[in-house]
């Protein structure tokens, strides 16, 4: 891949992503390609994704160095250009970056010398009834520690404002789109759809859709389920409802899910990837979807996303399973599959790295 502009996206708070980022803008600098730092605020705003990558240059290659809240904001901004990402590992429990920071330089050869693989991930996008907003002085409110908030999202001017389906807003979430309670005392009541048909109305602190991707965040942590991120769908998971059904429910990528605020319902809180980007009333809705392009990511070994599961979330073995002392082997396969097994991904076939160290 010719690298001509990178995007470097930096956790300003970790002295290690600080170095690691000198290292990349001096490996910049030895094959001539221009870098920029993307998603600050000296100035004490942001600016939307566009915004952003059009002052950079349009890189085509976005570098994050970080935990999974970096790369979720370089991903932002790929997204915009169809750029490239490649996430530098800077964090403690996260899915999404898998690349040593002590192997930056040779990671970065790696993807100029085309020795990488492109693995691409679901994005959502939505509609809505309204164009999402904050309420004056919200901002002054919410005192998250990650910056200030995002600007209002745009309309996307390549699709058509309907009556009944909606403003398309120019937005896109790697995790999940949230809509939350803003008081404490109030849950929200929503009417959830699916594919258009009514699936409940539900009494709850929140309501999320999620890809893939975003299983293993906050869906996981409110009883969501573990999803490939390989699978096509979308995760639907409700937060403390008040109600006795209180699974989650997964649909096809094509089956939209949409969210109304009912009339006895508190204000609720729109949420992309964990920004908060506007307040709904009651009467207003979203409607949540798969976004028609993906993200596309640096890939320099084959995912094994389950090893990753077991040792990220501590999984145990249950005692009853392990009660003579031996725990489940780990299963080695040294030999090509069968026929009729060609077809299947395996996690033991080689996990490498591809990169020179």
């Known amino acids: 891949m010719s690298v001509n502009r990178l995007g470097l996206v930096v956790h300003g708070g970790r002295p290690e992503a600080v170095a690691a980022a000198d290292l990349v803008r001096a490996w910049c600098e030895e094959h001539a390609v221009r870098c920029a730092d993307i998603d600050v605020w000296h100035d004490g705003g942001r600016r939307s994704a566009r915004a952003e990558v059009e002052a950079a240059g349009d890189p085509d290659l976005v570098v994050t160095l970080g ?6 904001r370089g991903a932002r901004l790929a997204a915009a250009n169809d750029a ?8 403690r429990v996260g899915f999404l970056t898998e690349v040593s920071a002590s192997v930056v330089r040779s ?7 085309d020795r990488f693989e492109i693995d691409t991930r679901m994005l959502l996008t939505l509609r809505a009834s309204c164009r999402l907003e904050m ?9 998250h520690g990650r910056g200030p908030l995002l600007p209002p999202p745009q309309v996307r001017p390549d699709c058509e404002v309907d009556k009944d389906w909606g403003i398309p807003l120019d937005v896109t979430a790697l995790n999940d789109i949230v809509l939350e309670k803003l008081v404490r005392d109030r849950q929200v009541s929503v009417g959830v759809y699916v594919s258009g048909r009514l699936l409940a109305s539900y009494s709850a602190d929140a309501l999320l859709v999620a890809t893939p991707t975003g299983s293993t965040a906050y869906s996981f942590a409110a009883g969501g389920p573990v999803v490939s991120p390989r699978a096509e769908a979308l995760v639907f998971t409700p937060v403390a409802p008040h109600m006795a059904f209180d699974r989650s429910v997964v649909t096809a990528p094509d089956e939209p899910v949409g969210l109304r605020l009912l009339e006895r319902s508190g204000p609720a809180a729109v949420s992309i990837d964990g920004q908060l980007r506007g307040v709904l009333d009651p009467g207003d809705w979203i409607g949540v979807y798969a976004a028609p392009r993906r993200l596309r990511t640096v890939r320099l070994s084959p995912m094994d996303f389950y090893g990753r ?3 990220r979330m501590n999984l145990t073995d249950a005692p009853a399973a392990v009660a003579d002392g031996s725990p489940a082997p780990l299963w080695s396969v040294t030999t090509p599959p069968p026929a009729d097994l060609a077809h299947l991904t395996l996690a033991s076939e080689g996990i490498r790295f591809r990169i020179k160290k």
């Open 67 to 72: 935990g999974d809240g970096t790369f979720l």
């Open 84 to 91: 490239l990402v490649l996430g530098i590992d800077l964090g």
């Open 107 to 113: 990671a970065l050869d790696a993807v100029r010398e």
């Open 135 to 143: 309420p004056s002085g919200m901002e002054s409110l919410v005192e």
């Open 309 to 311: 599961l077991r040792e």
